[in-house]
Nanobody
Framework: EVQLVESGGGLVQPGGSLRLSCAASGFTFDDYAMSWVRQAPGKGLEWVSAISWNGGSTYYAESMKGRFTISRDNAKNTLYLQMNSLKSEDTAVYYC??????????WGQGTQVTVSS
């Protein structure tokens, strides 16, 4: 059974940082690209970032470039999202998902990130 479990969310002040983690199990982690997707209150899903199976290629939504960094540790079956210079508009539930682009076939339960003073 595929499981994706996010952690690391919380309340942070504007300009602060958080690192999200996603522990993966039930599939061969290093066979797949992985992604982060978020959903702000009252809004639709927004793709955030993706990373290739070996971490050699990374992709970001325009508004996250330079502030967010996606990475993975295949030995630990874990995906990360380092988020710096956080803004109030980054407030959302953040999901990790197996796959990339239009093919995201498994999702975690999400972790809440709230950016507020």
């Amino acid at each position: 059974e595929v499981q994706l479990v996010e952690s690391g969310g919380g309340l942070v002040q504007p300009g602060g940082s958080l690192r999200l983690s996603c522990a993966a199990s039930g599939f061969t982690f290093d066979d797949y690209a992985m992604s982060w997707v978020r959903q702000a209150p009252g809004k639709g899903l927004e793709w955030v970032s993706a990373i290739s199976w070996n971490g050699g290629s990374t992709y970001y939504a325009e508004s996250m470039k330079g502030r967010f960094t996606i990475s993975r540790d295949n030995a630990k079956n874990t995906l990360y999202l380092q988020m710096n210079s956080l803004k109030s508009e980054d407030t959302a539930v953040y999901y990790c998902a197996k796959g990339s682009s239009s093919i995201l076939d498994y999702w975690g339960q999400g972790t809440q990130v709230t950016v507020s003073s």
